[in-house]
């Protein structure tokens, strides 16, 4: 049973254009979402959260959207670059047992072209 | 600032062999620590964490094991590896309180091949 699901296991962008990744999420006790970017051969790395009160959080060229009755919830990136090429994890966080558990999608790999 | 290490950053070991990856903190006490797997084209799989020394949660059954000895310092254990245990391995770290948004932090890998 998969909690946090990527369905576009790829994307393609025009450089200067807007990227849309998307996710979605299937257990309602999920109170933190979370966007990885991931380089090959390296660690994920963290790009931006949102709690599950509310429905936006923007940070620079990035923008979560998150859609509580929908169980959705995207990431922005305008305008996009080639250095945002990569794959992008979405992940949700449930506290249990004194830690934040992370679930992770399956990730969309972004390709910006020039 | 904080900083996470993990070696070695590349490791081909024959079945049956052991294992003994390792993850160090800097910068930060009583963190939470994690191990998580990436399987070749697939998401990533939670496999312990721990919350204080000596303190191992496992999430999945598996061939593996994980220590933590001192504080900033979290091992992956293996008495016999599998094939099925050739992966992309992390480490991370979160603080122990939660006040933000349970962000973690990885470390930069470590590409395990069993032959």
């Known amino acids: 049973d998969q909690q946090v699901k990527q369905n576009s296991p790829s994307l393609s962008v025009q450089e200067g254009r807007i990227s849309i990744l998307n996710c979605d999420y299937t257990?309602?006790?999920?109170?933190?979402f979370l966007w990885y970017k991931k380089y090959p051969a390296e660690g994920p790395t963290f790009l931006i959260s949102?709690?599950?009160?509310?429905d936006k959080n923007e940070d620079g060229r990035f923008t979560v959207f998150l859609n509580k009755s929908a169980k959705h919830l995207s990431l922005h990136i305008v305008p996009s670059q080639p250095g945002d090429s990569a794959v992008y994890f979405c992940?949700?966080?449930?506290?249990?047992?004194?830690?934040?558990?992370?679930?992770f999608g399956q990730g969309t790999t972004l390709q910006v072209k020039p | 600032s904080q900083t996470i290490h993990q070696w070695p950053a590349t490791l081909v070991q024959p079945v049956g062999s052991p294992l003994s990856l390792e993850c160090t903190v800097e910068g930060t006490s009583n963190p939470n620590l994690y191990w998580y797997r990436q399987a070749a084209g697939r998401g990533l799989q939670l496999l312990f964490y721990?919350?204080?020394?000596?303190?191992i949660s496992s999430e999945v059954p598996q061939n593996l094991s994980a220590s933590r000895p001192q504080d900033r310092q979290f091992i992956l254990s293996s008495k016999k590896l599998l094939l099925s245990d050739s992966g992309f391995y992390l480490c991370a770290w979160s603080v122990s309180l939660r006040g933000g948004g349970d962000e973690q932090f990885f470390g930069p890998g470590t590409r395990l091949t069993v032959l």
């Open positions: 721990s919350v204080g020394i000596g303190q």
């Open positions: 949102i709690s599950s009160i509310k």
């Open positions: 992940a949700a966080s449930v506290w249990s047992s004194n830690t934040g558990k992370l679930i």
């Open positions: 257990n309602s006790m999920f109170d933190y």
